[in-house]
């Protein structure tokens, strides 16, 4: 599986932006697809996932109710919608895929940088 993120920028405080993650050599309905980020000077920490079947989603409690993971099948993309967007989110956010239902991920994309403005 190779996974091409892509969105990401400079906005400020309060705005918005939209990260897709391209998949290629599986489809996005069959695999379990998640999005990660990494401050400087922080650990890699989990933000939003799918889960393989698609019915499920999960989110770190950082920001549920700002972010909405979604994807196109047709498109094989997963996206990460942000909302309200807020200086601690600025980070390097990776896209990761798994192909069983549970344990690591262990594909990854090469990650794209959201930095918000105070």
């Known amino acids: 599986v190779q996974l091409q993120a892509s969105g990401g920028g400079l906005v400020q405080a309060g705005g918005s932006l939209r990260l897709s993650c391209a998949a290629s050599?599986?489809?996005?309905?069959?695999?379990?697809m998640a999005w990660f980020r990494q401050a400087p000077g922080k650990e890699r920490e989990f933000v939003a996932a799918?889960?393989?079947?698609?019915?499920?989603?999960y989110y770190a409690d950082s920001v549920k109710g700002r972010f909405t993971i979604s994807r196109d099948n047709a498109k094989n993309t997963v996206y990460l919608q942000m909302n309200s967007l807020k200086p601690e989110d600025t980070a390097v956010y990776y896209c990761?895929?798994?192909?069983?239902?549970?344990?690591?991920?262990?594909?990854w994309g090469q990650g794209t940088q959201v930095t918000v403005s105070s």
């Open positions: 990761a895929a798994r192909v069983s239902a549970y344990g690591d991920y262990n594909y």
């Open positions: 799918f889960s393989r079947s698609g019915v499920t989603t």
């Open positions: 050599g599986r489809t996005v309905s069959s695999i379990a």
